[in-house]
């Protein structure tokens, strides 16, 4: 009802109201009918009674011969407060004397004259004239003669007078009962409403800031049922800020696990479909975190991989027993290489028999089969390097003597012409088989200790071992550095940094392609009060996207599948950042150079190696590449 208020307070007042006000006026209609009744049953006994006192006095007068007073009597019996009017008349209905009037021009009423008949010696007679007015008539007997009667009309105005008093006394009543009541009803609603409103409002700030405890724990200002309420409350409240503290901190530690675990965590509901995961979770299968909510397995990952997780997860809420050491292998698009997961499926329960959601744990195993294949690919090329040196140092023994037997064909058995061609083309490869064999053993033999070392010769050193691979796809070299000059450096950790960049562009470099090799006196780039040498190698290749720019030097990372190990720039920087220096790479891949008419698809590897004698073996400079 939208008339009826809200309030406790306004409901009891407008209730006790409601109810005083009923139960009154059923009281007052009651008391009212009750008192008219009384009223008009005094008025019918008194005006009885005036009319028989009238006509005992007007009997008294006439046996003393007096009939004058007569007259006064019914003057006197008109004063009185509940009589109209009164009058006597003789046996025939003429009126004799009146209360009001000339009693000459006084008639009485036809409905007066019908009563003569009914009217009894010594019995007033009481009747109803028009307009609900009483009047009483009594016969005048001296001796057993009648003399007349007397008449005295009821004066109604007194009647209602009396009622009207009865009435006001009534609302009176009722209205110092219904104020008391009210002010009684407001002090007692007050006591009950305002810990009530208290209550209210401490719900209210519960409701709307659960975690605010600043308006806890409520006053309690009465001394009853409501206060043990309030304080009831308030233990309540107390109880629940210590639970969700608890629960709070719970979820904190389960959130930062959730999200810092080095491993991917997901969980599924009965349709495989994802409820949450984390980030390395949608990091390890490329789809960002909100993209994984509400969606099935094979919607983001690809079969069978989606398969054989979805098959797992049925399992464990098929079985509500883990599923351990799961391997699953697939192919990656960015970059695209192969990698494998480590997989245990376990259920979550939120009752003791029921299963509600299931947990997988993922570790990324890729990174470990990469280091395993990759050190089991060094560990041959170590063996290979080991062999090839042990070849080399053996093929020196024969080498020096095919040397020398060359030397006496040519200086003692007296060759003539086209012999002493074949014997100078003899000498010419042998020598270059012992560079060869030397440039190998400088590969495995590497250097403890830093020394000066000729650029150019380290420089051309490297070019000549990749020479028959440059001739091969006809590939130009150019050669930009000063034949002078020096460095102070690990010259074989160098020569490896070169093998392994020339390495890079050859492979990358198509058949008539363009390799410059260069190096030049320089500053340090960050800071140029710092001298040493800048390097540059250039080719004119495939180049490389951003991505893969941006893991050039990452560890185990490699765009060669089978023949690469993913450790050759990675070590290169390494070495670059041991010496001081700082290393540069730009490239633009043959897709950026289709949209770029007129430009040559490539990759330039710049480094600066400051010339430090000082320089340590145990230096530890911070990683420092630019992209």
Not at 588 to 596: D, E, K, V
Request: hydrophobic share 45%; net charge neutral.
């Amino acid at each position: 009802m939208r008339w009826w208020p809200r309030s406790i307070r306004w409901q009891m007042l407008a209730g006790l109201l409601l109810i005083e006000m009923i139960s009154i006026s059923l009281f007052a209609v009651l008391l009212i009918r009750r008192q008219t009744n009384e009223v008009y049953t005094h008025a019918r006994q008194r005006v009885a009674h005036h009319a028989a006192s009238l006509a005992m006095q007007a009997r008294e007068a006439l046996l003393q011969e007096r009939p004058g007073w007569v007259g006064l009597s019914v003057k006197m019996m008109g004063t009185a407060p509940d009589v109209a009017v009164a009058k006597v008349s003789d046996p025939a209905g003429n009126v004799l004397f009146t209360s009001e009037g000339d009693s000459d021009q006084a008639t009485l009423t036809a409905t007066e004259l019908s009563q003569i008949s009914l009217v009894r010696h010594g019995e007033p007679t009481v009747f109803i004239l028009d307009h609900d007015r009483w009047e009483g008539v009594a016969a005048v007997y001296t001796g057993s003669d009648l003399r007349g009667f007397a008449w005295v009309e009821d004066d109604r105005t007194w009647a209602l007078s009396q009622l009207n008093t009865v009435l006001h006394g009534t609302i009176l009543f009722s209205i110092i009962w219904i104020t008391a009541s009210a002010l009684l009803v407001l002090l007692l609603a007050r006591s009950i409403s305002k810990p009530l409103a208290t209550l209210h409002r401490g719900t209210r700030a519960l409701m709307d800031s659960p975690e605010s405890g600043g308006n806890f724990p409520l006053p309690v200002g009465v001394n009853n049922e409501i206060g043990d309420l309030i304080e009831a409350f308030n233990r309540m409240v107390a109880s629940i800020a210590e639970q969700r503290s608890g629960l709070n901190d719970t979820l904190s530690l389960l959130d930062s696990m959730l999200a810092n675990a080095p491993i991917g965590l997901a969980f599924f509901d009965r349709s495989c479909r994802f409820v949450r995961v984390n980030q390395i979770f949608a990091t390890m299968t490329g789809v960002s975190l909100s993209r994984h909510l509400g969606r099935t397995l094979p919607e983001l990952l690809p079969q069978p991989v989606a398969q054989q997780l979805e098959n797992a997860v049925l399992r464990v809420f098929a079985e509500q027993e883990p599923v351990r050491n799961l391997e699953l292998t697939g192919q990656g698009s960015k970059p695209n290489r192969p990698w494998t997961w480590l997989l245990s499926a376990y259920p979550v329960f939120t009752t003791p028999h029921e299963v509600r959601w299931a947990g997988i744990i993922v570790l990324d195993a890729s990174d470990r089969k990469r280091s395993e294949e990759a050190l089991r690919r060094a560990e041959k090329l170590a063996v290979t390097g080991r062999l090839a040196a042990s070849i080399a140092h053996e093929i020196n023994n024969p080498l020096e003597a095919i040397t020398n037997i060359l030397f006496l064909l040519r200086n003692f058995c007296q060759l003539e012409g086209p012999a002493l061609n074949y014997v100078g083309m003899a000498e010419y490869e042998v020598r270059r088989i012992t560079e060869i064999t030397q440039q190998t053993l400088r590969f495995y033999r590497q250097s403890t200790l830093p020394t000066r070392a000729k650029m150019a010769e380290l420089l051309d050193s490297v070019l000549s071992l990749y020479q028959g691979r440059l001739n091969a796809l006809n590939i130009l070299v150019e050669r930009d550095y000063d034949p002078e000059m020096d460095l102070f450096c690990f010259a074989g950790e160098i020569r490896q940094v070169f093998a392994n960049l020339v390495g890079n562009s050859i492979d990358a470099t198509a058949a008539g392609g363009r390799l410059l090799v260069r190096a030049r006196r320089s500053r340090n780039w960050h800071n140029p009060s710092q001298t040493g040498v800048r390097f540059s190698v250039a080719d004119t290749g495939l180049g490389m996207d951003s991505e893969v720019r941006e893991r050039a030097f990452e560890a185990f990372f490699t765009t060669k599948e089978v023949t690469g190990t993913g450790l050759g720039l990675w070590v290169s920087l390494e070495i670059i950042v041991k010496h001081g220096g700082f290393a540069h790479v730009r490239s633009r891949s043959a897709a950026q150079n289709a949209t770029l008419p007129g430009k040559t698809s490539g990759t330039v590897f710049q480094f600066f190696i400051p010339d430090d004698a000082d320089l340590d073996r145990e230096n530890t400079h911070p990683p420092q590449l630019t992209a």
